[in-house]
Structures are given as C-alpha cells and as structure tokens.
C-alpha cells in the first residue's frame, strides 16, 4: 500500500473543532467542567511540533546552579496524568497502566 507523506496539522486550528468531543468526555464520565478553551495551550504544541531544527539543549548550567534532581519522564507523566483522573478532570479510560505506560 502507498503511502502519504507527512502532513503538518495546526493543532490550534484543529483542535477547536472537537470541543463537542471534550463536552461529550465531560458528561459521561462526570468530569470536572473546565472550559474547553482552559485546558490546553494548543499554539504550544504547535510550537514544539513544528520546530524546523532539532532542539538541543544542556541541563549543564543548571546543575552547575544546584539543581541537581532529576526526574524520569516514563515514571512521572503517568503520576501527572494518573492525579488529574483521580480529580475527575482526565477520564479514567485515559488511565497510563491500562496503556503500557
């Protein structure tokens, strides 16, 4: 099968037009209401998905400064996301250990 090439998508022009998606989310799973247009900075996914240079960055400096702890992603987006189901903000099929994270 063929296929396409990628296909850049401006999640601040998309995303928008799936407010019904949240607001149906919202009613089934009695989530906490927060505005649609609060949840999410979707120009910042925009920017960090449309870089035209790879982004590479440092942390020397700042443990040179003293900020020496760190944190694994893999570990800690699953306790981020996991709070915001317990506060009935995400749905709970949204929940990490379900998905093999």
Do not use: C
């Not at 296929?3 to 799973?29: G, I």
């Not at 020496?68 to 189901?85: N, V």
């Amino acid at each position: 099968m063929d296929y396409a090439a990628p296909q850049q998508v401006s999640l601040a022009e998309t995303m928008p037009t799936r407010r019904d998606v949240w607001e149906q989310l919202v009613a089934k799973y009695d989530l906490v209401e927060t505005p649609f247009d609060e949840l999410v900075g979707w120009g910042v996914g925009d920017f960090l998905f449309h870089q035209e240079a790879d982004n590479i960055t440092s942390t020397v400096k700042v443990r040179q400064a003293g900020f020496a702890d760190a944190l694994d992603t893999g570990t800690r987006l699953p306790q981020l996301f996991g709070g915001l189901i317990d506060k009935r903000i995400l749905p709970p099929t949204l929940r990490p250990e379900t998905h093999g994270i």
